[in-house]
């Protein structure tokens, strides 16, 4: 396992992050992506820090609070000392009885939502509190605000955002740099070779802006699990079957897998830990986060930080998934291409 360095921070965070999407059950929603309970819960947070992973990821409405509720007793229940592991949890969904301020990223929300998420996770702060999604009815100096008074309380360390577009982000930092208030560090978005949407407009304000990104749904739902293709049917059980998400262009990422497929059988391993390594070896990538319903699947998922690919694997699945053109993308690519020739020497 490696550690890399988190946004432009002294932190360093395991390569892969615990996601805890697939604890608990509670709710329609989160019954069709895991259920899993306390016991099965601490096999896997186990299983994952004794792989090396320091990074754990949940959410407030994750199965409804009850994520940060298993979560929080794991750790403590495995004896996991506070220093070692690096927590982060997220806020803006509904959450509470349903009122008209149990939802989105006004101060009211935050405030009230931290509290809540530190009693159910047990701890005295959070590590990384991330805004899970953009809201239009507040304003971003508000949110902003909220998150900085959390930091110089010491209830939460670093902020993150998650769903955000580039311009929103671009803005929020910008905001934060003027105002002399914590910034986003890390933004958590869906990244695969099934999707690769985030390179036109994010990447690139992750680099210039050094802030980490943490990946979601790397295996696109299960999709590049291996157990998906052309002619391949999963079964009525599993995630893609009860949940299609997130949405992709199924024939482009059929035609991922036919190449993955071939790369995992000539190197023996399985076409996730392709999907994974592929992820592993984007430099812009911090760190990849993987949920699991059994341990199998995690120990699978784990080893994926052993595979190499070489120039040749990763130019195979950079065209078979490359992005059509798009403007103004293509525009600034053949009007740079001058500037960028002068850099060369």
Request: charged share 20%; net charge negative; with cysteine.
């Amino acid at each position: 396992m490696r550690y890399r360095k988190f946004g432009n921070t002294g932190l360093f965070v395991s390569e892969l992050c615990l996601g805890t999407m697939t604890f608990g059950g509670e709710g329609q929603l989160w019954s069709q992506i895991g259920k899993l309970q306390q016991a099965e819960a601490e096999q896997l947070i186990s299983t994952a820090l004794a792989a090396g992973i320091n990074f754990i990821d949940t959410a407030d409405v994750y199965s409804e609070g009850r994520s940060e509720q298993i979560t929080g007793q794991a750790l403590k229940n495995l004896g996991v000392a506070r220093e070692d592991v690096v927590v982060a949890t997220k806020v803006f969904g509904e959450t509470g009885t349903r009122g008209a301020n149990s939802r989105g990223l006004s101060r009211y929300h935050i405030a009230g939502g931290v509290q809540a998420s530190l009693e159910r996770l047990q701890l005295d702060h959070i590590d990384l509190y991330q805004v899970h999604g953009f809201d239009p009815a507040t304003p971003i100096e508000e949110t902003l605000r909220a998150l900085d008074d959390l930091v110089r309380q010491g209830l939460v360390r670093y902020v993150g955002v998650s769903n955000w577009a580039a311009w929103q982000i671009m803005k929020a930092l910008g905001t934060a740099e003027r105002l002399g208030l914590a910034r986003f560090e890390s933004l958590q978005a869906y990244y695969s070779l099934a999707g690769r949407d985030l390179e036109r407009e994010l990447v690139p304000l992750l680099r210039s802006e050094k802030v980490g990104l943490m990946v979601w749904s790397p295996l696109a739902g299960g999709l590049l699990s291996g157990k998906y293709g052309r002619g391949l049917d999963a079964g009525a059980d599993s995630r893609r079957s009860q949940f299609d998400f997130p949405p992709v262009n199924r024939e482009r990422a059929y035609d991922c897998i036919d190449a993955m497929r071939g790369i995992a059988e000539a190197k023996g391993v399985t076409v996730a830990q392709v999907a994974l390594a592929w992820l592993l070896h984007q430099e812009v990538v911090t760190s990849v986060i993987i949920g699991a319903k059994r341990l199998e699947q995690l120990q699978d998922n784990l080893a994926a930080t052993q595979v190499q690919l070489s120039a040749e694997e990763l130019a195979t699945l950079d065209a078979v998934s490359a992005l059509p053109a798009e403007y103004p993308g293509w525009m600034l690519e053949r009007q740079g291409e001058y500037r960028r020739g002068q850099l060369r020497g």
